[in-house]
Structure formats: structure tokens, C-alpha cells
């Protein structure tokens, strides 16, 4: 399964970034699929996941009502737009995709993931 990861940047708190996944091959297009974040020093932590159909969403509780996950299955990408960003929310942003179909928060439920995108809110 190949994944994408892009869309991230240097930007000052406050602004907005919109991450994508792009998954070509459409490999993960029946699969649920979600966004981690590692900072520097710290565990790869939950951010966002979306099922197959994209009718189901799980945020995490530290980014609930700023970000948003979607996906477009015509596209075969997965988007996280993310507004009123904050210095902590600065890490590396992967994506990745399960086996199956519904969400999970587990890092270990997700089995093929990208390469990670970069993104730092300066204060």
C-alpha cells in the first residue's frame, strides 16, 4: 500500500494547513484510515481516523473542534484541515491505513503508513 503524505509548513499560530494522503494506487479505498502526530522526544500519538465510506470520523480529544479528517474516494485521498493551529501542535504528521473497515485510535491497528509531513507553528 502506497501512502503520501503532504500539505505541511511553517506557519504561525493561529493560521490553517490542510494535509493530504494520497493513496494512487487505491489500495486503501475499502480500508478505514487515520492521522498520528510524533514530536520530537515523544510517542507517535492518535490525531484523526475516518472509516471506509467516510460517514464515520474520530478525533482526538487535544484537537477536537479545530481539526477535521475527510476523504474523497473518487480522489482516493484522505484530507485533515487544520485550524486556530498552536505551537503544539508542532510534530510529524503520518498517515495510515488499516485492514478493515471502521476507525480505531490504536497506533497498532494501522498496518501501512506514509512518510510523514512536517508541520511547525511558530508562537
Known amino acids: 500500500v502506497q501512502l503520501q503524505a503532504s500539505g505541511g509548513g511553517l506557519v504561525q499560530a493561529g493560521d490553517s494547513l490542510r494535509l493530504s494522503c494520497a493513496n494512487p494506487?487505491?489500495?486503501?479505498?475499502?480500508?478505514?484510515m487515520g492521522w498520528f502526530r510524533q514530536a520530537p522526544g515523544r510517542e507517535r500519538e492518535f490525531v484523526a481516523a475516518?472509516?471506509?465510506?467516510?460517514?464515520?470520523?474520530s478525533i482526538a480529544d487535544s484537537v477536537k473542534g479545530r481539526f477535521t479528517v475527510s476523504r474523497d474516494r473518487v480522489k482516493s485521498t484522505m484530507y485533515l484541515q487544520m485550524n486556530s493551529l498552536k505551537p503544539e501542535d508542532t510534530a510529524v504528521y503520518y498517515c495510515?491505513?488499516?485492514?478493515?473497515?471502521?476507525?480505531?485510535?490504536?497506533?497498532?491497528?494501522?498496518?501501512?503508513w506514509g512518510q510523514g509531513t512536517q508541520v511547525t507553528v511558530s508562537s
Open positions: 475516518i472509516n471506509w465510506s467516510g460517514s464515520s470520523t
Open positions: 495510515a491505513s488499516r485492514r478493515y473497515s471502521t476507525t480505531s485510535s490504536a497506533r497498532a491497528d494501522y498496518v501501512y
Open positions: 494506487k487505491r489500495t486503501s479505498s475499502n480500508n478505514a
